[in-house]
């Protein structure tokens, strides 16, 4: 799981080629960081199939509110340097976010 900032997000997200999952979580978030291990099992089994990222909002929170995260956690696709697909706050749950991974896996095959 690659971890992206304010100085490499653009090269690594937005000017990436075909899809890219963003996990954006914060230093306080309780359910970002209940959410963390499962998301990093997801990267583990999907390697290769998609290309995983995570940001920190909390030390990156004008690229944050830039990319219109206004709560968290959020988990977003993007292609081609747009968001297609995120899930956000209660949505953002195991089942869901497996959901769509797995959705954009196929897509990416």
Do not use: W
């Not at 081609?80 to 976010?97: H, P, R, W």
Request: charged residues 30%.
């Amino acid at each position: 799981m690659l971890e992206v900032n304010k100085d490499n997000f653009e090269e690594e997200v937005l000017k990436a080629e075909g899809y890219v999952f963003v996990d954006f979580f914060g230093d306080g978030c309780v359910p970002c960081a209940a959410l963390m291990p499962f998301v990093h099992a997801l990267a583990d089994q999907y390697e290769g199939k998609l290309k995983f990222t995570s940001l920190n909002t909390t030390k990156a929170r004008r690229l944050a509110i830039g990319q219109k995260i206004l709560g968290l956690p959020v988990m977003a696709i993007y292609k081609d340097g747009q968001k297609v697909e995120e899930l956000v706050k209660d949505a953002a749950t195991e089942e869901s976010i497996k959901t769509m991974v797995e959705k954009y896996v196929a897509l990416n095959a």
